[in-house]
């Protein structure tokens, strides 16, 4: 089955870390680009984070530029989110949405996991 | 990279049709065919309904239909139904940089 599972998700403080993980299947994971997506509590989609399918090319939002850092393993058909200096506006839900293009980017998510929340609180 | 611009809200009776309007700019909208919608659910993952401004993925009611005129790219849902009441989101390629920018969300409600 074609799928995506997030993990990771919890309550940190404010200035902590976290690290987020997106496990694939069903599809060859090294071929696609694979981005993070985040969805504050009633807010809308923000898009965070993507990675190129070989791990070579990444790239952020202005939001989390210098604080997160988007990686890959492909042996291990898995995905992560560094998460560190969090702040309260980064409390969300986490998706990880796989890119439509094989190879090179349609530059639309057609797969998406069902999300991880992260809390920044103390 | 600011967000696109979606109204908050749409309605329709069943059966009717709704359009909601996704604005952005020559930087993103207005300068690529790359405008996508997805379907969100309350508590779900979003799901994609449109791609490339137009295109419905296999599964997709063919009620659903996008289109683009300048820099405001429209998602229409004809014969509206009681499952398509959700949240709606446009996205758009918006440049080698940070080339992913959605839209604000718009709240389907079916009367």
């Known amino acids: 089955e074609v799928q995506l599972l997030e993990s990771g998700g919890g309550l940190v403080q404010p200035g902590g870390s976290l690290r987020l993980s997106c496990a694939a299947s069903?599809?060859?994971?090294?071929?696609?680009?694979m981005s993070w997506v985040r969805q504050a509590p009633g807010k809308g989609l923000e898009w965070v984070s993507a990675?190129?399918?070989?791990?070579?090319?990444?790239y952020y939002a202005d939001s989390v530029k210098g604080r997160f850092t988007i990686s890959r393993d492909n042996s291990k058909n898995t995905l992560y989110l560094q998460m560190n200096s969090l702040r309260a506006e980064d409390t969300a839900v986490y998706y990880c949405?796989?890119?439509?293009?094989?190879?090179?980017?349609?530059?639309?998510?057609?797969?998406w996991g069902r999300g991880t929340l992260v809390t920044v609180s103390s | 990279q600011s967000a696109l611009t979606q109204p908050p809200s749409a309605s329709g009776s069943p059966g009717q049709s709704v359009t909601i309007s996704c604005t952005g700019t020559?930087?993103?909208?207005?300068?690529?065919?790359?405008v996508s919608w997805y379907q969100q659910h309350p508590g779900k993952a979003p799901k994609l309904m449109i791609y490339?401004?137009?295109k419905r993925p296999s599964g997709v009611p063919d009620r659903f239909s996008g289109s683009k005129s300048g820099n405001t790219a429209s998602l229409t849902v004809s014969g509206l139904q009681a499952e398509d009441e959700a949240d709606y989101y446009c996205?758009?390629?918006?440049?080698?940089?940070?080339?992913?920018?959605f839209g604000t969300g718009t709240k389907v409600t079916v009367l």
């Open positions: 069903g599809f060859t994971f090294s071929s696609y680009a």
């Open positions: 949405a796989k890119e439509a293009g094989v190879a090179a980017p349609y530059w639309y998510f057609d797969l």
């Open positions: 490339e401004v137009s």
């Open positions: 996205s758009s390629y918006a440049g080698s940089t940070s080339p992913y920018v």
């Open positions: 020559s930087s993103d909208v207005g300068g690529y065919n790359y």
């Open positions: 990675i190129s399918g070989s791990g070579g090319s990444t």
